[in-house]
């Protein structure tokens, strides 16, 4: 689990604020995602990082901006959030970005918006 | 629309026994599969993955693939209590990045 942290756990936000959740990967992989897990949902690919580069973004809305400044860690920058946004927010990292590599995920951003 | 199903459960063993979760895919072009377990509250654990047709085992648990049917299964053997947690199916979408999610089987192990 160390292998990939993520801060905070737990954040709660307003709907006009503006926070960031952080992601680190200490294993060395070349490719950082981003996932969103409601209740009852299947977990949602957001972003998709290969090399620093973003290589998918899969219909997020823009109040959702991520930053990959290196390979190492990644970003998600909020803003006007919507309580429906509500959820926990997973980073995960592999090896590399084609998606056949296993993935390894940190423990989460519970994330409540008021 | 490239899909993953799963049957939600609850899955309800005995402690001992095997545990069979299985899961359906749509995409004919998937390369990749894993299976992770999700305690409650917690975050997905990668547990088994496997690229080729059969059997893959690693101590108590075995993931068998049928590219041909399209399946993909986990067999827990001599469940544990500890083994209680959502398992959630995943497979590479083949043609992209996307690594495409069931929504998950509960699996119950009674003692």
């Known amino acids: 689990e160390t292998g990939v942290t993520q801060t905070p756990r737990h954040l709660v936000m307003g709907m006009t604020n503006k926070k960031s959740l952080k992601c680190e990967q200490h294993?060395?992989?070349?490719?950082m995602y981003w996932y969103k897990q409601s209740a009852k949902k299947p977990l949602e690919l957001m972003f998709v990082?290969?090399?620093?580069?973003?290589?998918e973004n899969n219909s997020v809305p823009s109040r959702f901006s991520p930053e990959c400044p290196n390979s190492s860690h990644l970003f998600l920058h909020l803003h006007t959030l919507q309580p429906e946004d509500s959820a926990l927010y997973l980073c995960?990292?592999?090896?590399?970005?084609?998606?056949?590599?296993?993935?390894?995920f940190g423990p989460g951003t519970r994330l409540t918006v008021t | 629309q490239k899909e993953v199903e799963q049957n939600s459960g609850p899955l309800s063993v005995p402690e001992g026994a095997i545990a069979s979760l299985n899961c359906t895919y749509s995409?004919?072009?998937?390369?990749?599969f894993f299976w992770y377990r999700q305690y409650s509250g917690k975050s997905p654990e990668l547990i088994m993955f496997?690229?080729?047709?059969g059997d893959k085992e690693d101590g108590r648990f075995t993931a068998q693939l049928n590219k041909a049917s399209q399946y993909v299964s986990l067999l827990i053997r001599d469940s544990q209590p500890s083994d209680s947690a959502t398992y959630l199916c995943?497979?590479?979408?083949?043609?992209?990045?996307?690594?495409?999610f069931g929504k998950g089987t509960l699996l119950t192990v009674n003692p």
């Open positions: 995960a990292s592999s090896q590399d970005g084609t998606g056949v590599r296993e993935q390894y």
């Open positions: 294993l060395g992989h070349n490719a």
């Open positions: 990082y290969s090399l620093e580069e973003r290589v």
């Open positions: 995409d004919r072009g998937s390369q990749s």
């Open positions: 496997i690229y080729s047709n």
């Open positions: 995943a497979v590479n979408g083949g043609s992209n990045y996307k690594l495409t």
